[in-house]
């Protein structure tokens, strides 16, 4: 949804005195989308006032998210022409990929508000890795390589024939390295930081089928090239073992 010039002229008013660049970013977004239409949505969705609301700005400002209550996220599209069809690709993957993954898959539904698809995703209880404190982090990297590495070994092989259709090719078999794939691992795992067990796996919109070998052990951050590498490593020593 656009928003109209006076609500951006004000808009910037306001976020010329607000000097943290994200936190600018969240509220620009924030004040130009129809936040109070959205709030009235998920009251009429949850049957009740919805309380301990949290608002997210997604990768590039192209969705706002809003939490609710620890129980739901919806995800409220901004500036992405393909989000239809990308929120549709997502549930059919989640759908049929979830029986197969050892790391648990949120439950998405779509639900329509006006002439818009929104998603409400199931929420779950854990924290991200780059939030957990470095000495936690560190204590935690062996347990939660090998649990990274089970599931992209379990992902990659599975050929589920719900999304076969999905594939670049009918015939396409998984291999090693060569399969389903999350497609951005590292930063979409949700951790009890407690148990040091992974709650959830999100964000399933760019998951595909194809070499994912590169992908990876050299994605965009090179700060977390070890980590990943040595998520390769276990998933080559579990392809082996079962090949």
Wanted: hydrophobic fraction near 40%.
């Amino acid at each position: 949804m656009k928003s109209g010039p006076l609500r951006r002229f004000f808009t910037n008013i306001i976020c010329a005195f607000i000097y943290n660049p994200d936190r600018r970013k969240k509220w620009r977004v924030v004040l130009n989308s129809p936040v109070l239409s959205y709030l009235r949505f998920i009251r009429r969705d949850l049957g009740m006032r919805p309380r301990h609301i949290h608002l997210m700005v997604g990768f590039r400002a192209k969705n706002l998210l809003i939490a609710v209550n620890d129980a739901y996220i919806y995800k409220f599209p901004l500036r992405n022409p393909n989000y239809k069809s990308l929120a549709q690709r997502e549930v059919r993957i989640t759908t049929a990929l979830g029986p197969v993954s050892p790391i648990h898959i949120p439950d998405v539904r779509l639900l329509t508000h006006g002439d818009i698809l929104v998603r409400r995703y199931e929420w779950i209880r854990g924290m991200g890795i780059r939030q957990l404190p470095p000495d936690d982090a560190a204590r935690l990297h062996p347990q939660l390589i090998h649990q990274i590495a089970q599931f992209v070994y379990s992902i990659g092989i599975a050929d589920p024939v719900e999304i076969r259709d999905l594939k670049p090719a009918a015939d396409a078999t998984p291999a090693r390295g060569y399969g389903w794939y999350h497609w951005d691992v590292f930063d979409n795992f949700l951790i009890d930081p407690i148990t040091g067990d992974i709650t959830a796996m999100i964000d399933w919109e760019d998951c595909k089928f194809g070499d994912f070998g590169i992908e990876l052990t050299r994605n965009r951050h090179r700060d977390v090239y070890p980590f990943m590498d040595a998520v390769w490593a276990e998933y080559n020593r579990l392809y082996d073992m079962a090949h």
